[in-house]
């Protein structure tokens, strides 16, 4: 169960999961431009021929964004995120992030547990981030 890079043919496998798991997905178009960007790193999971998880990370100076990380609702809960997760901070500590950050819906409780498990901590809520008006909580892991 060890997460691969985005190549170009995954993008419509992992559009399809995007719309699946959030009332706002990113659009095809929005996950190729990500895709195309050098700051941009994509891994996905897959069993039994399909996407089942997939994960994004923005690459800054010294710092690090996990704008993308979902799975499959009927692989949640066995490790799968946890994966993704863990790939994504491996590539940001690669590339010489100190600080990883992310957003999670407030009423993502499984999502926040998994990131607490992993190091990361609250750090503020960013009211109606999302389109729905839900509010996001930021949070942060500090890399050694």
């Known amino acids: 169960m060890k997460p691969r890079?985005?190549?170009?043919q995954d993008l419509d496998g992992i559009a399809a999961l995007e719309a699946e798991c959030f009332p706002d997905p990113w659009s095809r178009r929005m996950l190729a431009e990500s895709y195309l960007s050098d700051r941009f790193y994509g891994v996905i999971l897959e069993e039994n021929g399909g996407i089942?998880?997939?994960?994004?990370?923005?690459?800054?100076?010294?710092?690090?964004?996990?704008?993308?990380?979902?799975v499959s609702e009927m692989?949640?809960?066995?490790?799968?995120?946890?994966?993704?997760?863990?790939?994504?901070?491996?590539?940001?500590?690669?590339h010489g992030?100190?600080?990883?950050?992310?957003?999670?819906?407030?009423?993502?409780?499984?999502?926040?547990?998994?990131?607490?498990?992993?190091g990361f901590h609250g750090l503020y809520c960013r009211a109606r981030y999302y389109e729905n008006e839900e509010d996001a909580i930021v949070m942060?892991?500090?890399?050694?």
């Not at 890079?5 to 170009?8: D, E, F, H, L, R």
């Not at 942060?140 to 050694?144: D, P, W």
């Open 5 to 8: 890079p985005w190549t170009i």
């Open 52 to 70: 089942v998880a997939y994960g994004g990370i923005r690459m800054g100076v010294d710092e690090a964004e996990i704008e993308l990380i979902a």
């Open 75 to 94: 692989y949640r809960r066995c490790g799968r995120g946890r994966a993704v997760l863990e790939e994504l901070l491996e590539i940001a500590k690669k």
């Open 97 to 118: 992030a100190r600080r990883v950050f992310l957003e999670v819906r407030v009423s993502n409780a499984s999502a926040q547990i998994l990131y607490l498990k992993c």
């Open 140 to 144: 942060v892991k500090e890399l050694a």
